[in-house]
């Protein structure tokens, strides 16, 4: 298996405009994370799905973040209209479901510039 | 508040060096920890969870509920252990914590 994949790898756009990441969960892997890491602030959690359902978008910034999962395989988080304090580097996770201690896998994170 | 606080941005040590990466929590209920690390050009991945109490690359990290407490030792640091360590926390059934991250430089 390949693991997470994201793409794209880098993005550099101008402000205002759209931007959509992407997401390939590693296969059989039931939940799904949407994280974003900035310097001030760390790795934060934006959205989790479970089964292509989102269960916790309280971490998503504001109105202008959403995202989605068709189906187990594709998730995408879009930025419209994106703004210069969306620049930081999003990362997707998946992890199984089972009990305590279990594991998120990580992508490789896409960069995103606004310019 | 669930809160994870690494209260250190960057740490500096010379290799051979004993190593503690602080990492410290807020949560109401049972916590669960980890420990994550991002080498250079590599993805994020698990370096070890406070559950299996376990050793991984030389690193321990054991639970202290008392001083709400996780953090991060070794005894003597390698070169190839610089790297960023993030310390999360399980708030909920699949709800992770992250701290800010600590990036870790070991010298020559």
């Known amino acids: 298996d390949a693991g997470v994949i994201q793409s794209p790898r880098h993005e550099v756009t101008e402000m205002g405009q759209e931007v959509t990441l992407r997401c390939k969960p590693i296969?059989?892997?039931?939940?799904l994370f949407w994280y974003r890491q900035t310097m001030m602030r760390g790795l934060e959690l934006l959205i989790y799905?479970?089964?292509?359902?989102?269960?916790?978008d309280s971490g998503m910034p504001e109105d202008r973040f959403s995202a989605k999962m068709p189906n187990a395989s594709f998730s995408t988080l879009k930025i419209q209209p994106s703004e210069p304090r969306d620049s930081a580097v999003y990362f997707c996770?998946?992890?199984?479901?089972?009990?305590?201690?279990?594991?998120?896998?990580f992508g490789p994170g896409t960069r995103l510039l606004v310019l | 508040a669930q809160r994870v606080t690494q209260p250190e941005k960057l740490l500096s040590v010379f290799k051979g060096a004993p190593v503690e990466l602080k990492c410290n929590y807020s949560?109401?209920?049972?916590?669960?920890l980890f420990w994550y690390v991002q080498y250079s050009r590599q993805r994020l991945q698990l370096l070890l969870r406070?559950?299996s109490r376990e050793s991984i690359k030389g690193f321990t990290a054991d639970l202290n509920k008392g001083e709400t407490s996780f953090h991060l030792k070794k005894p003597f640091a390698q070169e190839e252990d610089s790297a960023m360590y993030y310390c999360?926390?399980?708030?909920?059934?699949?709800?992770?914590?992250f701290g800010t991250g600590t990036r870790l430089k070991v010298l020559a």
């Open positions: 996770a998946s992890s199984l479901t089972s009990g305590a201690g279990e594991t998120q896998y």
């Open positions: 296969s059989g892997h039931d939940y």
């Open positions: 799905f479970n089964n292509n359902v989102p269960i916790d």
């Open positions: 949560y109401s209920g049972s916590p669960e």
């Open positions: 406070h559950i």
């Open positions: 999360a926390l399980r708030a909920g059934t699949y709800k992770y914590i």
